[in-house]
């Protein structure tokens, strides 16, 4: 099959592979959104819609126009995109004996614990909770008033 597009020249970029990546899938870039496409029959599985896109422990969190939420390798939505942003734990995800998968979520000014379809396990959660179980960058300091 000499010459044979298997994709159309139409994506700004196509991985060949990830560590500790989607399974099946090769990520996607077109106009700055992300998705994935399959690796053995180049089939999109997720369209590139995406603008923030990160696979951790078999679940893709998401982030599209400005909401947060989670999807499957297949596309599949698992968590509705309605969180302002979803906070993984990496010390559950990259922890083998770990029996619970935390995930936190923020809406408006409140946090939660929710599980992977996101349903609210836990409300009333503080930031410096947050914080403590998961990797997110603390806010930048106020401007000092000149």
Same mark, same amino acid.
């Given at each position: ?58 679940? !893709? #969190?998401? $982030? @599209? ?5 989670? *999807?499957? /390798?297949? %596309?599949? =939505?698992?968590?509705?995109? &309605? ?19 935390? !995930? #936190?979520? $923020? @809406? ?5 614990? *929710?599980? /992977?379809? %996101?349903? =609210?396990?836990?409300?009333? &959660? ?21």
């Amino acid at each position: 099959m000499r010459n044979k597009i298997l994709l159309p020249f139409e994506y700004d970029q196509i991985s060949n592979w990830v560590e500790n990546g989607p399974r099946h899938s090769n990520y996607i870039v077109k106009n700055g959104k992300t998705g994935l496409i399959d690796e053995s029959t180049f089939k999109i599985t997720v369209p590139p819609i995406y603008d923030s896109f990160e696979y951790l422990g078999g679940l !893709i #969190f998401v $982030k @599209r126009e400005n909401k947060a939420g989670i *999807i499957a /390798e297949s %596309g599949k =939505i698992i968590c509705p995109l &309605i969180f302002d942003e979803i906070y993984p734990s990496f010390l559950d995800i990259y922890d083998y004996k770990a029996t619970e998968k935390r !995930i #936190f979520a $923020k @809406r408006g000014k409140h946090y939660f614990q *929710i599980d /992977e379809k %996101g349903n =609210i396990l836990k409300s009333n &959660i503080s930031l410096p909770d947050v914080l403590m179980n998961t990797v997110i960058p603390e806010p930048p300091p106020p401007k000092r008033p000149k």
